[in-house]
């Protein structure tokens, strides 16, 4: 891969830049026309699904994948709005302030700032490799949760029935029970036949914009059953204007109290754009910068708040069919936010006819696809710890705060990983024919070992959370009339500073038996700690080998030839000369 220079890792568009042509702008024009046609109708509910007004949507959807798109590592991620984040915000500023009020979209955009800043820290200072603490399945778990969320905040518009803002998820579904006789009929119409022909259009015409053509069937619907003069209400006129300039209210109140959301907020934001750059690089051979993602999706939320953006990443949706689409560079996001800018400055005004029953049937589906029940089915099907990390995590997304949630998934992910890591493969080995092939002889039955000396093969890291279980089998073994041991190495990746010093405390409490412990093809990275703190010369240099073959070979020069003689095993080449 070509190095790249000062100016490059500065600008990474000046990497793919040179490669545009007229076949790449043609392509890239195409995937930009289709994008845009798809992050219309998305752009305009998921800001509905933040708690803010729709135009809200479409600024996001124009300014901040502009920047993701310039200054990520990925030729096909499209950003901008996108649900889990939109209703981590809403679930965080309805704390705080009225949706859609101007105290609610100053907040917003103050999150979205601190949001950008912390993933643009994380860039620049290379912790890009923080989203593989993050398993898949809190992933899942949390999408489904936000899904379920979605869901029941969007009941009260498909059923007509009032629900004050900020309800909890058992609370509304309690409120939605008990007034379903009170559901207005219109209104219920309007939202379940828009949700109706979305799901018929995406089955039978999957090509097309199905969002958008079903809430115009929903608008049609809702002019024809008499509008507001039977309790539907709509979308406001949204402004024809550009992205309106705003600064950030970084009062230190503020700061304090969103600072902890905004790190959620930022976390969520780069799992969402790292795991779809890596899943389309797999298909298209690119190599994906995880620190240069971090550094584009921050700097993307910084200058979209400045333009009245909220807090925005990767959408899988969009970037799948970007892909799809044809798109050869990011010129093609770049096209689809120069369209969508077109849209908002002469197709606005037509929002004033969009139903919101027919958005909170719309939603209603998004929820729904948020919901990933085939890797749901894989969890529970596969392991009990990792049903449990899904479990925790979705509903905690769902009862409690949304960024605790995302902490509880990670926290139960790393000590289950913890508990599994804590306790290596150890097992004894002895060679099972005259190639010295060495078995497990817990395994086999059957197997003679040599009478002076232990063989142990460790298949795992050597540290600290892993000692005491090491310890307890050594404990065993050492207890037995062998003097020597063999540590067959191979499978220790790592060894800290807990785990060097045990090494060290063994050897010497084999010394004192009279004995010695030997270590065969410990790999150089895993032997750092050792050297770097005389370990290794504790230990002894000359007891470790690259090759078991070398050490038994060793090993042997050593043994009591008295016990040799009248040994009947000869389980070693070295014994049959």
Same mark, same amino acid.
């Not at 029935?161 to 609370?171: H, L, N």
């Not at 993307?300 to 807090?311: C, E, K, P, R, T």
């Given at each position: 891969m ?12 000046l990497?793919?830049?040179p ?7 043609q ?5 930009g026309?289709?994008?845009a046609?798809i ?10 699904i933040a ?6 949507g ?8 502009i920047?993701?798109?310039?200054f990520?590592s ?9 649900t889990p ?6 679930a ?6 009225t ?9 917003t955009?103050t999150?979205t ?10 860039g ?20 489904a949760g936000a899904?379920l969320?979605?869901?029941?905040k ?6 007509g ?8 998820f ?13 559901t207005?009929?219109y ?5 379940f036949?828009?949700l109706?022909?979305?799901i018929l ?9 199905y969002?958008l ?12 059953l ?7 209400t ?11 300039f705003?600064l950030?209210? /970084?009062?230190w109140g503020?700061?304090?109290?969103l $600072?902890?959301?905004a *790190? +959620?907020?930022a #976390?969520?934001? @780069?799992?969402e ?13 690119q ?23 909220y ?16 798109a050869?560079?990011p ?6 936010s ?10 606005a ?12 049937g ?9 919901i990933?029940?085939k ?12 049903t449990?990390?899904? /479990?925790?995590?979705?509903?905690g997304?769902?009862? $409690?705060?949304l960024? *605790? +949630?995302?902490? #509880?998934?990670? @926290?139960?992910?790393l000590?289950?990983?913890l ?10 080995l002895?060679p ?5 092939q060495l ?6 039955e ?12 460790i ?7 892993a ?16 003097k ?12 800290d500073?807990?785990g ?15 004995g ?9 990275e ?6 770097k ?11 470790? *080998?690259?090759?078991?073959?070398e050490?038994i ?15 009947t095993?000869?389980?070693?080449m070295?014994?049959?000369?």
């Amino acid at each position: 891969m070509a190095k790249h220079t000062t100016l490059q890792k500065i600008f990474p568009f000046l990497v793919w830049l040179p490669s545009v042509n007229k076949r790449t702008i043609q392509s890239d024009f195409i995937a930009g026309l289709t994008g845009a046609v798809i992050v219309l109708p998305q752009g305009v509910a998921f800001a509905m699904i933040a708690g803010l007004p729709p135009i809200y949507g479409l600024y996001t959807a124009i300014v901040a994948p502009i920047v993701a798109a310039l200054f990520g590592s990925s030729n096909q991620l499209y950003s901008g709005p996108t649900t889990p984040l939109s209703i981590v915000i809403f679930a965080t500023i309805s704390q705080l302030a009225t949706e859609t009020t101007a105290e609610f979209i100053a907040l917003t955009i103050t999150l979205t700032f601190l949001t950008g800043l912390i993933q643009l820290l994380l860039g620049v200072i290379r912790l890009g490799a923080i989203v593989n603490f993050v398993s898949h399945t809190v992933v899942v778990g949390f999408t489904a949760g936000a899904g379920l969320l979605i869901t029941s905040k969007q009941l009260k518009y498909v059923f007509g029935i009032p629900i004050e803002s900020g309800t909890s998820f058992g609370d509304t579904l309690f409120l939605i029970i008990k007034q379903l006789p009170d559901t207005n009929p219109y209104v219920f119409v309007v939202a379940f036949g828009t949700l109706l022909s979305a799901i018929l259009l995406k089955k039978y015409f999957p090509k097309i914009p199905y969002m958008l053509l079903a809430m115009g069937i929903g608008s049609i619907l809702a002019i024809v059953l008499g509008g507001t003069s039977n309790g539907i209400t709509f979308v406001k006129e949204m402004p024809a204007q550009l992205p309106p300039f705003a600064l950030p209210s /970084l009062e230190w109140g503020n700061i304090q109290t969103l $600072l902890p959301n905004a *790190f +959620a907020l930022a #976390l969520l934001g @780069l799992i969402e754009a790292v795991a779809i750059a890596r899943s389309i690089a797999m298909k298209t051979n690119q190599r994906i910068d995880s620190n240069q993602e971090f550094i584009g999706q921050g700097l993307s939320n910084i200058v979209g708040s400045l333009f009245s953006n909220y807090a925005s990443s990767g959408s899988f949706s969009r970037s799948g069919v970007n892909h799809q689409s044809g798109a050869k560079t990011p010129l093609a996001v770049v096209f689809a936010s120069i369209l969508v800018l077109l849209i908002v400055l002469f197709v606005a005004p037509l929002t004033a006819y969009l139903p919101i029953p027919a958005m909170g049937g719309i939603i209603l589906l998004v929820g729904y696809n948020l919901i990933d029940f085939k890797h749901i089915r894989e969890i529970l099907k596969v392991s009990r710890l990792e049903t449990i990390v899904l /479990l925790v995590t979705m509903l905690g997304t769902v009862f $409690l705060q949304l960024e *605790f +949630a995302i902490y #509880l998934g990670i @926290l139960f992910s790393l000590v289950f990983y913890l508990q599994k890591t804590s306790k290596p493969n150890v097992t004894l080995l002895a060679p099972q024919d005259e190639k010295e092939q060495l078995v497990n002889i817990i395994r086999q039955e059957g197997i003679n070992e040599c009478p002076q000396l232990k063989i142990v093969r460790i298949d795992g890291s050597i540290y600290f959370g892993a000692i005491e279980h090491i310890t307890s089998f050594f404990e065993k073994i050492y207890a037995d009339s062998e003097k020597k041991v063999l540590i067959v190495a191979n499978g220790i990746n790592f060894i800290d500073l807990a785990g060097a010093e045990w090494m060290t405390a063994e050897a010497e409490r084999w010394r004192k038996k009279g004995g010695q412990l030997y270590i065969s093809g410990l790999k150089t990275e895993a032997q750092d700690i050792l050297i770097k703190g005389g370990f290794k010369e504790k230990i002894g240099a000359d007891a470790f *080998f690259s090759k078991k073959k070398e050490a038994i070979k060793n090993i042997y020069q050593n043994l009591d030839l008295e016990i040799c003689k009248t040994c009947t095993n000869k389980i070693f080449m070295e014994c049959k000369v």
